[in-house]
């Protein structure tokens, strides 16, 4: 779960739209004026990240080795709901395998994915809970021996559309891939390695029925088959953030991305490129703590999960604080 903490740069960005030879020129605009509002965290060293929910807020994952009443070990995952200056454990499920990879709720459907790491060699468990906790559906994608799965595959993001799961990883921190499974059968439908001209991947996310790759310089999008769509020129210098998770959210029609500097965003119906959005020259929590994770939930509202200083080397973030634009 852990990325390199970047140090800090922002210019100005031009945007490309692939495909279309359109150049779009970076426009400075006045950023919008927010309010903020702290939510303190449980303290847990593993983290997913955040995504939205229905009331408005979001919620996270967080994993904890434990103990049965019986002695018996297995993970508990734990889900925290933050809305109304509080966090509220809403959720928790135990998963027997020895690790869990990656957690993803769905806010249309109110179910949670869970990916473990099933007992045997080179395997992967795929669960579906719903908003009870009770297992709805289960698979296993069994990797081969050409395909070299071991400890090498970063998680980054989920989707269960019908009867295909789709699964965005990170591989040997360069290749970017698009894998799509039968849930029903386990039958790999496409393992497919994202083009990019970019050598090393930060984030993906899927939004919609596209994938958004953000690499050193650019976010590059492609649809659930891997085939590229268009491209989005950060910032000059831009992914320096001091972000430990995610640079990147997508909500609606725009890309929201984070570094030290504040919050950026870029219509992706327009060919204005990023603007700035949220300037966090005064903010305290930018200044004083690092970032873990972004989630926008609407056009004026977006969440920062923050660090303290003093606990990014256990990687441990602490509080929410939700923005509200005005």
Known sequence: MKKF???????????????????????????????????????????????????????????????????????????????????????????SDDWVNYVKSSKKDKQTLVVSAAKGKGKLRYTVYNKKGKKVSEV????????????????????????KLYNVYIKNNKYAHI???????????????????????????????????????????????????????????????????????VSGDYIYFINSNGVYRCNINADQGFEVYYDAKDDAYFQQCAVYDICAVGEDKFYVMFMEKDNIEMNMPSKIVEYVGQ
């Open 5 to 95: 903490i970047k140090s800090l740069s922002l210019t100005c960005c031009t945007l490309v739209m692939a495909g279309m030879g359109t150049l779009g020129t970076y426009i400075p605009a006045a950023a919008k004026s927010f309010t903020h509002l702290e939510i303190q965290m449980p303290l847990n060293e593993y983290n997913m990240p955040m995504s939205a929910e229905d009331a408005g807020g979001v919620c996270n994952y967080q994993i904890e080795e434990m103990d049965d009443k019986n002695g018996k070990n297995h993970m508990e995952i734990r889900k925290y709901s933050y809305i109304d200056n509080k966090a509220n454990n809403t959720q928790n499920i135990a998963c």
């Open 140 to 163: 296993i994608d069994k990797f081969t021996k050409k395909e070299k799965y071991r400890n090498n595959m970063r998680m980054q993001d989920l989707l269960v559309k019908g009867n």
């Open 179 to 249: 894998r799509c499974i039968n849930m029903k059968t386990g039958k790999v439908k496409y393992d497919t390695i994202l083009k990019t001209p970019d050598a090393f991947m930060y984030e993906m996310k899927i939004y919609g029925n596209r994938i958004y790759l953000q690499t050193k310089d650019e976010v590059n999008v492609y649809s659930l088959t891997g085939k590229k769509q268009s491209t989005y020129k950060l910032p000059e210098g831009g992914n320096t953030s001091n972000s430990s998770f995610d640079d990147i959210s």
